[in-house]
């Protein structure tokens, strides 16, 4: 059974900073693209950051987080994260960690249905 329990978020002012993580037992993260998507009030949930499965491990970002965002991978830890700075009340919402269906394959990272383990989410409001 794999499992993915996010943390980190919480009640912040614009300007602030947060870091999610994501524990992820049952698979081993090493040989899977890992990423961050978030849904708002009343909104679709978006991507928001991946990384690549690989050593070198290549971030993608949406345009929105570019520059404030980080993406972060510990594969001896199994653990995701996603250091966010110059938090904007646009940042508001709840975030998810996913894990890639597929072993050692980049390539779509945006998309979700690349995605098959989910976590439960962690909630992201930021205060203007």
């Known amino acids: 059974q794999v499992q993915l329990v996010e943390s980190g978020g919480g009640l912040v002012q614009a300007g602030d900073s947060l870091r999610l993580s994501c524990a992820v037992s049952?698979?081993?993260?090493?040989?899977?693209?890992m990423g961050w998507f978030r849904q708002a009030p009343g909104k679709e949930r978006e991507f928001v950051a991946a990384v690549s499965w690989r050593i070198d491990g290549r971030p993608y970002y949406v345009d929105s987080v570019k520059g404030r965002f980080t993406i972060s991978r510990d594969n001896a830890k199994n653990m995701l994260y996603l250091q966010m700075n110059s938090l904007k009340p646009e940042d508001t919402a709840v975030y998810y960690c996913?894990?890639?269906?597929?072993?050692?394959?980049?390539?779509?990272?945006?998309?979700?249905?690349?995605?098959?383990?989910w976590g439960q989410g962690t909630q992201v409001t930021v205060s203007s």
């Open positions: 049952g698979r081993s993260i090493r040989e899977y693209g």
């Open positions: 996913a894990t890639r269906r597929a072993q050692l394959q980049d390539g779509n990272y945006y998309r979700q249905r690349e995605y098959d383990y």
